[in-house]
C-alpha cells in the first residue's frame, strides 16, 4: 500500500495543465502550429497572388492574340499575309503563336520550323462563330462586328452619312445636349446621348428626323440579299411573310445588322419562340452571307517563347513579405522560448545555489509555482530542514553519549583511584558497584551497536513461528523479580490466535525495552500491562502503565534517540534514552510499526503493529 508523507507533499498527483512537460509541449505544439500557419497562409498569399496575376497577364495576352487574329480574319479573305502578324504579337506576348488548319495543315507559326505543336489548341480562330472577343456587340450574334462583307459603305454614301450625322449633331447641341459621333466598323456614323437622355425632355425631338437611318442603297442591296438567304429557313418554320425587305436594322443598336429586328407590322415576333426561331435563322443567313469576306476557320496553339523568363518569379514585394513573415515567426519564438526558459531556469538556477550552500546556512529556495519545479523547491526545503534536524540530532547524540558514558566511567575511577591510594579496601559489595556500572557501560554499547546496525541495514534476523503468549511468558518470567521488588503488577493476556513470523530474540529484546520503561514509570502498587490479538493480517501487542502517562506535545518523540520527558532526570531514574528507538528499529526490520499514546494523569500505551502468520500446525 502507498503511504503517504506526513506533509502531504508526496504522492500528491500534479494536475495535468500544471505538470511541466505538458506545459513545454503545449507552447512547442503552439510554436509549430504558429509556424506552419502562417507558412501556409504566407505560401497560400503568395501562390495565389502569383498564379492569379500570372493567370491575368496570360489570359490577358490570349485574348488579345486570338481577339487580333481575329479581327485579322474578319478583314481579309484568306491568311495570306498573316505571318507579319503572328511574329509581331509573338514578339510583343513572348508567346508562340501557330495557325493550322483543321487537319494541323501549318499556316503560320512564330517557332523556328520542325518545333513539334502543344497537344492541344489554345482556341478556334472562327470570325462568324466567337464568344471570347470584348468588344461590344460580339456577345450578341456571335459573329465579330469587325466582319463587314457588303456592309461596307462606299466613300460617296459615307460621306452623305457624315453630313446627315453633324446637321443632327448640331441641332442637339443647339438644345444645351452634348451629343457624341461614332462611327461603325462599315463607316456608318452614329450620333448618341448619354445613358438615359430623352431628346424630349429637352424640346430636341426635331432633330431626330430619321434620315440618318435609312438605311443606304449599299445597305439596302446586303439587308436584301440576307432577306433572300433567311427565307429557306423561315419558311421551313412557316414564317414566311412575303416582301422582299422585310428586314431592318438598329443604327443606334450594338448589332443593327443582327438579323433580330423585324418591320414593325410584324412587332409581335419579338416575343416567345417565334421570334427566337427568326433570329437563328437570320443569323444562318448572315454567316452564309459573311463567309467570303472572311478568312477560313483555323486553329490557334499557344505556348512558352523560347526566349520567355521563368514563369513565376518571385516579386520583391512577396520576397519582403517571406522575410517579414519567417522573422515575426523566429521573433516570437525566440520570445516565448526565452519566456519559458527563463521560468523554468530561474528556481533551478536557485536550488543550484542552495544546494551549494554551507551546510550551517539552510537557505530556503521560495516557492514560486505549483509545477513540478514547484514540487522541487518544496521538498528540497523539506530536505534541508530534514538535515538540520538530524544535524541538531547528531550533535546532541553525541552530548547523550559522552553524558551517558562519562557516569558510569566517572564512578569506576573514582572507586579505583580510592583503592589504588589504600583509602577503601576492594571489598566484594565495592567490586560488585564497579561490576554494575561495567554493566551499564555494556549495555550502552550493545545499543549503540544495535542502533548502528539497523541504521545500516545490516541487522540480522532468525525468523520462525512464534506465539504471543509463549512471548510474553518469556519476558514475564525474565522481569518478574524486578516487578516484585518495585511491588508492580505484571499481567499478560494473548490471544492464541496472535502468531508472528519474528526473530525470538529480537523480539523478546523488543518487548523488555518496553517493560523496563514501563516499569521504571509505574509507581509501587501498579499495573503494567501486556496484551496481544489478532487484527486481520496484523497483531497488535500492547503494553500498557499505571504510571503518569504522556503529553500529548511528547508522543511525537517518544521514539527519538536520548529523548525524555524531564530534561533534568537521570541515567539511574530515566534509562539511556536508546531503549525506545531500538524498539522502533526492531519492529521496523519485522515490516510493523511502534506508535505511542496515552493521556496525562491516565498511563501510557505502547503499541506494536507487526505481521501475522499461521499457526505451525496450519501448515500442510
Known amino acids: 500500500m502507498r503511504r503517504r508523507a506526513p506533509d502531504g507533499r508526496r504522492g500528491r498527483r500534479i494536475p495535468l495543465r500544471k505538470r511541466l512537460l505538458v506545459r513545454l509541449l503545449f507552447v512547442s505544439a503552439l510554436i509549430a502550429v504558429c509556424s506552419v500557419a502562417a507558412t501556409a497562409w504566407l505560401a497560400v498569399t503568395t501562390t495565389t497572388s502569383a498564379l492569379k496575376e500570372e493567370q491575368g497577364q496570360d489570359l490577358a495576352a490570349d485574348n488579345s492574340i486570338l481577339a487580333q487574329l481575329s479581327g485579322y480574319a474578319a478583314t481579309h479573305a484568306d491568311w495570306a499575309d498573316v505571318r507579319h502578324t503572328v511574329r509581331d504579337l509573338a514578339a510583343r506576348t513572348g ?251 530561474r528556481p533551478l538556477r536557485a536550488l543550484t545555489e542552495a544546494a551549494g550552500a554551507p551546510p550551517e546556512l539552510h537557505v530556503r529556495v521560495p516557492v514560486t509555482t505549483r509545477d513540478e519545479t514547484g514540487i522541487l523547491a518544496e521538498a528540497f526545503n523539506d530536505l534541508t530542514e530534514r538535515r538540520a534536524r538530524l544535524e541538531a540530532q547528531r550533535k546532541a547524540m553525541v552530548s547523550d553519549i559522552a553524558h551517558e558514558l562519562r557516569s558510569p566511567l566517572t564512578n569506576i575511577r573514582g572507586w579505583l583511584e580510592v583503592v589504588r591510594d589504600g583509602v577503601v579496601e576492594p571489598e566484594p559489595a565495592l567490586l560488585d558497584s564497579l561490576y554494575e556500572e561495567a554493566l551499564v557501560l555494556q549495555r550502552i554499547i550493545d545499543d549503540l551497536q544495535d542502533l548502528a546496525a539497523a541504521d545500516a541495514g545490516t541487522l540480522r534476523l532468525h525468523r520462525e513461528p512464534l506465539r504471543a503468549g509463549d512471548l510474553f511468558d518469556q519476558v514475564a518470567a525474565v522481569h518478574r523479580v524486578a516487578f516484585d521488588a518495585a511491588r508492580v503488577t505484571l499481567r499478560t493476556a494473548a490471544d492464541p490466535a496472535a502468531w508472528l513470523d519474528a526473530d525470538p530474540v529480537r523480539m523478546r529484546q523488543a518487548l523488555g525495552n518496553l517493560v523496563s520503561n514501563a516499569l521504571r514509570h509505574t509507581p509501587a502498587d501498579g499495573t503494567v500491562a501486556l496484551a496481544a490479538r489478532r487484527d486481520g493480517d496484523e497483531v497488535v501487542l500492547t503494553v500498557t502503565d499505571t504510571g503518569p502517562g504522556i503529553a500529548a506535545e511528547d508522543l511525537p518523540h517518544v521514539f527519538e534517540r536520548f529523548w525524555r520527558a524531564e530534561k533534568s532526570r537521570s541515567r539511574r531514574t530515566g534509562g539511556s534514552g536508546l531503549g525506545l528507538p531500538i524498539v522502533r528499529h526492531l519492529v521496523a526490520a519485522h515490516g510493523g510499526t511502534a506508535e505511542a499514546g496515552g493521556e496525562p494523569g491516565e498511563g501510557a500505551v505502547l503499541t506494536l503493529r507487526l505481521p501475522a502468520t499461521r499457526p505451525p500446525r496450519e501448515e500442510s
Do not use: W
Open 95 to 345: 508567346r508562340r503563336i501557330a495557325l493550322t488548319t483543321a487537319d494541323r495543315t501549318l499556316v503560320a507559326d512564330s517557332a523556328p520550323r520542325g518545333t513539334p505543336l502543344p497537344p492541344r489548341p489554345a482556341a478556334t480562330v472562327d470570325p462568324l462563330r466567337t464568344d471570347t472577343y470584348t468588344e461590344s456587340g460580339a456577345q450578341l450574334s456571335g459573329i465579330d462586328p469587325r466582319v463587314v462583307g457588303p456592309y461596307r459603305l462606299p466613300a460617296k454614301e459615307r460621306r452623305k452619312l457624315e453630313a446627315l450625322a453633324a446637321r443632327r449633331e448640331r441641332c442637339f447641341a443647339r438644345h444645351g445636349l452634348q451629343p457624341t459621333v461614332e462611327r461603325m466598323t462599315n463607316g456608318r456614323p452614329v450620333v448618341t446621348l448619354g445613358d438615359g437622355t430623352d431628346p424630349a425632355d429637352y424640346g430636341a425631338t426635331e432633330c431626330e428626323d430619321g434620315e440618318l437611318n435609312i438605311p443606304t442603297p449599299t445597305e439596302e442591296k446586303a439587308l436584301g440579299t440576307l432577306s433572300e438567304l433567311a427565307r429557306p429557313c423561315l419558311r421551313q418554320a412557316g414564317l414566311d411573310f412575303g416582301g422582299r425587305l422585310f428586314l431592318t436594322f438598329d443604327p443606334g443598336g450594338k448589332d443593327p445588322y443582327g438579323g433580330g429586328y423585324l418591320l414593325a407590322k410584324y412587332a409581335a415576333l419579338k416575343k416567345g419562340e417565334v421570334a427566337r426561331t427568326a433570329q437563328h435563322c437570320i443569323l444562318a443567313a448572315r454567316r452564309t452571307q459573311l463567309e467570303p469576306y472572311v478568312a477560313p476557320v483555323t486553329e490557334l496553339f499557344l505556348g512558352i517563347g523560347d526566349q520567355t523568363p521563368s514563369r513565376f518569379d518571385m516579386s520583391p514585394a512577396n520576397k519582403a513579405k517571406v522575410v517579414g513573415a519567417a522573422g515575426l515567426v523566429l521573433a516570437v519564438t525566440v520570445a516565448v522560448t526565452a519566456v519559458v526558459a527563463v521560468r523554468l531556469v
